[in-house]
């Protein structure tokens, strides 16, 4: 597929507007070197709006994204953008917050409470099978629910990836913190696989002031993702 790095600005002025143009072109164009690396050609562009978060919407649509990519790191706090971003969008939304090269990924956390849709199986045995990643879904019992339906829940979640060619690994703890558990876990592998929708707990501090807190304190990169269609619980 095409890829586009776009860079927002929102300073109209004279002075800081040429400024930030200089600091987006040169973004866009280290992006652009480091894909060509890898052979994967691209397009770049500048735009000029009132917000990043117009900036990204508008592009979006003119562009006829089928997802948009958005990384955040320690140095940022962007959980508001995030979650407009994941609301608003009419395309697949996927963030991301990587502490090593992906490419090098050996090991995928996937928290589970409901049963992973086909496009998130899909997705998985995808990063699964490109990188020899082993995938572990996990269940922390407690206040959310019970061992047995975690037992339950992970069976279920296991038979469904192998049907898409990966044999996964399960993971049952209990804790009455289920996002510090996880932190404790994330610490076993490369990157943690997190969705939006359909009863996941983290629903109630994935969003909002505490989505920085997640990506930070996880000692593991993180991907999170909603599909298109999908609405992240208010």
């Not at 691209?42 to 978060?53: C, E, F, H």
């Not at 490419?103 to 995928?108: G, M, P, R």
């Not at 019992?141 to 975690?150: I, T």
């Amino acid at each position: 597929g095409a890829v586009r790095f776009t860079h927002v600005t929102t300073d109209r002025s004279f002075v800081g507007g040429q400024e930030e143009w200089r600091t987006g072109s040169d973004s866009v164009a280290e992006s652009q070197h480091t894909l060509r690396e890898e052979s994967i050609e691209s397009t770049g562009t500048i735009r000029t709006a009132s917000s990043a978060l117009e900036g990204i919407l508008e592009e979006a649509e003119e562009y006829e994204a089928d997802a948009v990519l958005i990384g955040w790191t320690d140095k940022d706090s962007v959980s508001s953008l995030v979650d407009q971003l994941l609301r608003k969008a009419n395309c697949d939304v996927i963030v991301f917050s990587g502490d090593r090269d992906p490419v090098d990924t050996e090991s995928i956390l996937v928290p589970a409470v409901a049963e992973p849709d086909e496009d998130r199986l899909r997705m998985l045995a995808i990063m699964s099978q490109r990188t020899e990643a082993s995938v572990t879904f996990a269940y922390v019992a407690g206040a959310e629910g019970s061992e047995q339906e975690g037992r339950d829940l992970l069976e279920r979640s296991t038979d469904r990836l192998a049907e898409h060619g990966v044999q996964a690994e399960t993971e049952l703890t209990t804790a009455e913190n289920a996002v510090d558990a996880l932190e404790e876990l994330s610490a076993e592998y490369d990157i943690m696989v997190i969705g939006t929708s359909r009863g996941w707990w983290l629903k109630k501090t994935l969003f909002g002031r505490k989505t920085d807190t997640i990506a930070n304190e996880a000692q593991c990169s993180v991907l999170m993702h909603k599909w298109r269609g999908e609405v992240p619980p208010e």
